[in-house]
């Protein structure tokens, strides 16, 4: 049988990225997010380009239902899911003193609540075959102190730290990728300006998703994506946090 990866968000950006590359390594794929043409239009190209069999299972994970059938997917024996990437996410734009408390609720639970609870769907499956992965797409925004968004992210990053100690030794590999800037959708649909960040700012996704696969094939627990950003990223903690706050989504300091 076709090893299977279960990729969330994967109707645009490192989501899409993350299907194109697994199917290109030949795996199966169940592809989530809430847009159902997009998934079909994508599950069509990868089955005629690469061979593979692509399900679309459409989903807002910030529903207890739609979380509630990709739960029961993840845990479906009959059909495993080898490697499951946690992707979808969204930042809320306003700073927090003029947020919507229900945009804050919904984006604390797609970024940190989501990537738990399918980790615990797909877990004991995985422990029990002696072998999977799980890719939690975090941020590098996560070590900053730059508002909710990043502090959801701080979640996922601790998250995947404590799984993958706890269960590396029965063969199964929990990844944090941190990307810095990358031009996708997401700072479009914040209604931001991708203009502050300079060019050289942006990482390539195709180079944030192979990096973020490689750490998982090699089985690490973190990795920060791409170079520029390992580079920076050991002085975060050096610059204060009035500063640092200023960090992240574009120079938004919410
Ligand atoms: N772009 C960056 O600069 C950057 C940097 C660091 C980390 N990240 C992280 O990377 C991940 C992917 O983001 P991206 O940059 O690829 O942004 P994107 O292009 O906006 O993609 C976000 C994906 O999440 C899905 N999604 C959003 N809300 C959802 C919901 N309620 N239920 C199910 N799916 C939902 C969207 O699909 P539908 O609209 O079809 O549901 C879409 O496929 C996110 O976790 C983000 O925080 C991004």
New binding site residues.
């Given amino acids: 049988m076709q090893p299977r990866a279960l990729v ?9 990225e993350f299907a194109l590359q697994l199917a290109a390594d030949g795996l199966s794929l169940v592809l ?4 159902a043409e ?2 079909e239009e994508l599950a069509a190209e990868l089955r005629a380009a690469r061979g593979v069999e692509v399900e679309v299972l459409a ?4 529903e207890a239902e ?1 979380l509630q059938r990709v739960a029961d997917r993840l845990a479906d024996a009959a059909r495993p899911i080898d490697i499951l990437v946690n ?5 809320v734009a306003e700073p927090f003193h003029a947020s919507a408390v229900d945009d804050e609720r ?1 984006m604390h639970e ?2 940190s609540w989501v990537p738990l609870r399918l980790a615990h769907a797909a877990l004991p499956g995985m422990r029990a075959r002696g072998r999977g992965g799980i890719l939690n ?5 996560g070590r900053l102190p730059s508002g909710t ?1 990043a502090a959801a ?1 701080a979640h996922v990053i601790t998250l995947s730290r404590a799984l993958h100690a706890r269960y590396r030794g029965e063969g199964v590999t929990v990844t944090a990728l941190l ?9 479009e ?1 914040m209604g931001v300006a991708p203009t502050s960040v300079p060019r050289q700012g942006w990482a390539d ?1 195709s180079t944030v998703v192979r990096e973020g696969l490689r750490a998982l094939r090699r089985r690490r627990g973190l990795v920060v994506s791409d170079w520029r950003y390992r580079i920076a990223a050991p002085l975060i903690p050096l610059v204060p946090d009035r500063i640092a706050a200023g960090f992240g989504l574009g120079g938004r300091t919410s």
């Fill in positions: 969330t968000g994967a109707s645009s950006g490192l989501g899409a989530v997010a809430r847009d997009r998934l989903a807002d994970l910030t739609g992707n979808a996410g969204f930042a919904r797609l970024l797409v975090a941020s590098l925004a968004y992210k990307p810095g800037f990358v031009p996708t959708e997401f700072h649909r996704a």
